[in-house]
């Protein structure tokens, strides 16, 4: 039944009743009346006529005008409440959950065909979303077995005692570039894993201030060379539910970020607070920073910022998003401020697991 | 020791091969999970480099069929995936290791050795190179009879270089067995430690024994 069917069909159900309580009213009034005519005999005609009448306009019009008003907002109610729930229902629905239908209502209304032709929709965008991850995922897995060739040809090659300095240098040169090919092939083979929900989180309770205090060790080893001093400002005890090895490998990447972005002699904070019932790392480092209208942008995949103004650094420029990915495999989120020339600070927020005897 | 090589891309397949023959080895072939099967049951094997995709009958089948004919041979898996759940997977039906594509050709070989090795073979509680001593029990490290301080992650550096010492360890290995990495951090994080485990071991004695072989690894060894 279409939406203006069913509200003619309703209206005139309200408008029936409006007319009969109208009526009821009505008779109600005039037997009243009757009394009143037999006790007042001392007013006159036309005193009893203009008082029938603002009682007949009390009795009636007011009734009817509440009871329409009220009849009206029901119906309306009634009609739009489909609306606000396919608004909500729509409103929930990302790039990751397209399989997710509407809700229909199943009476074939002009709603209903909307929420079907939306369903449609989606089910083709999903389509299309899932081709593309599948593209990614099969283009990466394709690449891994020439990559091999080359890598184990190279390296093969390098062992020939007989080459000269210079082809040794190259074909080493040759192996590193190819060996970065490699990691971003990982990387990107890791994200679109994660984007089809084909990677699975071996989680169990994980002493984060132990990997933190592990990481801040490696930090200081990584920042020696170009003396940057690292800190590690508090470190409390913190249980999260977590897969112990993308936990290090998240706090690796912000350690080797702080480090490669920083400045000679600069400085690299840690730390990690329980806040509100999640555990918070926060890694700040100085060094050139991200510019504002960057900042959005940094978890983007091969986002590199402006390229005229950011140092080269050797990077796969996948780590941030896989950072990010990361955090929110684990339930968390992660953040990045940045004062330009001055601090830029990352903040990983995890919640905490919940508090189990404790083991001695 | 005789190692059969399951790989179907014939590149890959013969230069695992040469490097394997390199390093002493002799190696078998095949390019199929039905071949290997055969193979395998014709020869007594040492070990087995099994590549999971394989035309017709995978690596995982093959290594099943191989468990089932109570074979202990040890088997390595190789992988273009690359899945955490697929290196469980293998563990569990009977692999010894696991190796995601690309690989490092010094690490498949410094794996191959290990597997081949397993029993008893230097697991001595002293490890020697030249003037270089390290008593696994105590964790002590000496050189030229001086002591050498090391923070806990150097001593397991400079262990698992002794454990193979003479022989080219990869970066990966390396991550994986100092540091638990199953991934590839892209940091030099190990050319940083090897520099420091240099200072501490190389830089004031003769001859050096912490070498770099470019683009391939790191060896710890008398001569260079």
């Not at chain 1, 060739?149 to 040794?168: I, K, N």
């Amino acid at each position: 039944m279409t939406i203006r069917t069913r509200l003619t069909l309703w209206y005139s159900v309200v408008l029936c009743a409006v007319a009969l309580a109208v009526m009821t009213a009505a008779l109600y009034h005039e037997f009243v009346i009757e009394k009143h005519h037999h006790r007042y005999q001392g007013k006159s005609e036309s005193e009893r006529d203009s008082e029938d009448l603002i009682d007949i306009l009390t009795w009636t019009v007011v009734p009817a005008v509440a009871f329409g008003l009220a009849g009206g907002w029901w119906l309306t109610r009634q009609a739009l409440a489909p609306v606000a729930s396919l608004t909500q229902a729509a409103g929930r629905i990302t790039e990751r959950n397209l399989g997710e239908e509407l809700p229909r209502t199943g009476n074939a209304d002009e709603l209903d065909r909307l929420a079907g032709v939306f369903n449609d929709m989606l089910a083709r965008l999903d389509d299309s979303f899932n081709r593309t991850r599948e593209f990614t995922l099969h283009a990466s897995h394709e690449l891994k077995t020439p990559l091999t060739v080359l890598c184990g040809e190279t390296e093969t090659a390098l062992r020939d005692e007989s080459l000269s300095a210079a082809e040794r240098e190259r074909a080493a040169s040759q192996l590193d570039e190819l060996r970065r090919l490699a990691r971003i092939v990982d990387g990107l083979t890791l994200l679109a894993k994660a984007d089809a929900g084909q990677v699975t989180l071996k989680l169990e309770p994980v002493r984060l201030d132990e990997l933190v205090r592990d990481n801040f060790e490696d930090a200081r080893i990584l920042a020696e060379p170009q003396g940057i001093q690292v800190e590690l400002t508090a470190c409390e005890e913190a249980t999260v539910p977590a897969d112990r090895h993308r936990l290090r490998q998240l706090l690796l990447n912000l350690a080797d970020n702080a480090v490669k972005y920083n400045q000679p002699q600069g400085r690299v904070t840690m730390s990690l607070r329980r806040v509100d019932g999640v555990a918070e790392f926060t890694i700040a480092n100085t060094g050139p920073g991200i510019p504002a209208e960057f900042l959005p942008r940094v978890f983007d995949r091969f986002f590199r910022g402006d390229p005229a103004h950011s140092p080269t650094v050797e990077g796969c420029g996948l780590g941030l998003s896989i950072v990010q990915w990361i955090a929110s495999a684990h339930s968390g989120s992660v953040k990045v401020d940045s004062i330009p020339s001055k601090i830029t600070t990352v903040t990983v927020q995890l919640p905490l697991a919940e508090p189990a005897p404790r083991i001695a | 020791m005789r190692v059969l090589v399951v790989e179907d891309e014939k590149k890959t397949a013969s230069f695992v091969r040469k490097a394997l023959q390199a390093e002493g080895f002799a190696v078998d072939v095949c390019h199929n999970g039905d071949d290997a099967l055969a193979a395998a049951r014709a020869t007594p094997f040492d070990g087995i480099v099994l590549d999971i995709m394989l035309p017709g009958r995978d690596g995982l089948s093959v290594l099943r069929q191989l468990r089932e004919r109570k074979s202990a041979t040890p088997v390595l898996l190789l992988s273009a995936r690359g899945e955490v759940n697929e290196r469980v997977e293998g563990l569990n039906a009977g692999a010894d290791d696991y190796l995601p594509k690309p690989f490092e050709l010094a690490e498949l070989v410094a794996r191959v050795r290990a597997l081949t090795r397993r029993s008893g073979e230097n697991k001595s509680t002293v490890l020697r190179v030249a003037d270089l001593t390290l008593h696994t029990i105590t964790h002590r490290a000496q050189r030229g009879g001086a002591d050498i301080e090391l923070t806990a992650r150097e001593y397991r550096l400079l262990e698992f270089l002794m454990r193979d010492a003479g022989r080219i360890c990869g970066r990966m290995m390396i991550l994986e067995k100092v540091w638990d990495y199953d991934f590839d951090p892209g940091t030099n994080l190990v050319d940083v430690y090897i520099r420091r485990l240099r200072e501490k071991i190389d830089a004031n004695f003769e001859p050096k024994l912490l070498h770099t072989v470019r683009g391939t690894g790191y060896v710890l060894k008398e001569q260079p």
